[in-house]
């Protein structure tokens, strides 16, 4: 009976349930203990203007929105894990360098919305707070590239 409630707690407590993916708890935990003297790719994806599909179009979109995300990054394989790390940002763990053009260009054509990425390499040596702290600041440097080219 415990350990029927264990993994049930545990899972409640590492799985997003709306996006069906891990969550940030699952993903920190990971990166400092599992990772930690591996070298891998980090990247962090955030939807565009995802307030904006909120209150124009409703909760309900937005959740498909990013609900549609997770379903086009799982379905290929090509990261070992897609996390919701909070709201509309997620963080992917990939072995070898991912394109996102077209990962963008699907997700555009599905679903009308875009996202921004960014990607760092941790090697074995650096720690998970700097190479996030890099990849986000990556993401928003595209995101404020996009916005103005008007993307």
């Not at 379903?71 to 909070?86: A, H, I, M, P, S």
């Given at each position: 009976?415990?350990?029927?409630?264990?993994?049930?707690?545990?899972?409640l407590a590492y799985w997003d349930m709306l996006c069906n993916?891990?969550?940030?708890?699952?993903?920190?935990?990971?990166?400092?203990?599992?990772?930690?003297?591996?070298?891998?790719?980090?990247?962090?994806?955030?939807?565009?203007?995802?307030?904006?599909?909120?209150?124009?179009?409703?909760?309900?979109?937005?959740?498909?929105?990013?609900?549609?995300?997770?379903?086009?990054?799982?379905?290929?394989?090509?990261?070992?894990?897609?996390?919701?790390?909070?709201?509309?940002?997620?963080?992917?763990?990939?072995?070898?360098?991912?394109?996102?053009?077209?990962?963008?260009?699907?997700?555009?054509?599905?679903?009308?919305?875009?996202?921004?990425?960014?990607?760092?390499?941790?090697?074995?040596?650096?720690?998970?707070?700097?190479?996030?702290?890099?990849?986000?600041?990556?993401?928003?440097?595209?995101?404020?590239?996009?916005?103005?080219?008007?993307?």
């Amino acid at each position: 009976m415990f350990f029927i409630n264990y993994r049930k707690y545990k899972k409640l407590a590492y799985w997003d349930m709306l996006c069906n993916c891990h969550n940030r708890n699952f993903i920190e935990d990971k990166l400092k203990n599992y990772y930690k003297d591996q070298q891998i790719y980090i990247s962090i994806i955030d939807i565009n203007n995802f307030k904006q599909i909120n209150d124009t179009y409703g909760h309900f979109a937005g959740d498909n929105a990013l609900i549609s995300l997770v379903d086009l990054l799982k379905e290929t394989n090509q990261f070992e894990y897609v996390c919701r790390f909070g709201g509309d940002e997620f963080i992917l763990v990939h072995k070898i360098p991912v394109e996102f053009r077209i990962y963008k260009e699907l997700f555009r054509q599905q679903t009308g919305h875009s996202f921004s990425s960014g990607t760092m390499l941790k090697k074995k040596e650096e720690s998970f707070d700097a190479i996030l702290s890099i990849a986000d600041r990556k993401l928003y440097e595209e995101k404020d590239k996009s916005k103005n080219n008007g993307k």
